[in-house]
């Protein structure tokens, strides 16, 4: 019952910045755990950064100081503040969430993935 729908992807030039969102819609109850992986082309899919619903926080060693998840529980949006963006940050970026629903079992679920350009 709970969908996530991907924005913000893009093509940007080394040292940019982008904003992923990645908005929830269904009968939330609570955002247990909270994270990005991304995905490049011949490579398994990693995790970004992860956070839980108290507040601890795991980042890549990759991206640690220039990335930033966040999340805004009055959307049921979470985001994925990027700087710094360099070439070998090009992948398909993929929010996930477990979840509580206010009815029925809670879950693990994945937005459909958007593109991360990073080229000069």
């Known amino acids: 019952q709970v969908q996530l729908v991907e924005s913000g992807g893009g093509l940007v030039q080394p040292g940019g910045s982008l904003r992923l969102s990645c908005a929830a819609s269904?009968?939330?109850?609570?955002?247990?755990?909270m994270g990005w992986y991304r995905q490049a082309p011949g490579k398994q899919r990693e995790l970004v950064a992860a956070q839980a619903s108290g507040g601890s926080t795991n980042y890549a060693d990759s991206v640690k100081g220039r990335f930033t998840i966040s999340r805004d529980n009055a959307k049921n949006t979470v985001y994925l503040q990027m700087n710094s963006l360099k070439p070998e940050d090009t992948a398909v970026y993929y929010c996930?969430?477990?979840?509580?629903?206010?009815?029925?079992?809670?879950?693990?679920?994945w937005g459909q993935g958007t593109q991360v350009s990073v080229s000069s």
């Open positions: 269904g009968s939330i109850f609570s955002i247990n755990v």
């Open positions: 996930n969430l477990e979840v509580d629903v206010i009815a029925g079992p809670g879950g693990d679920y």
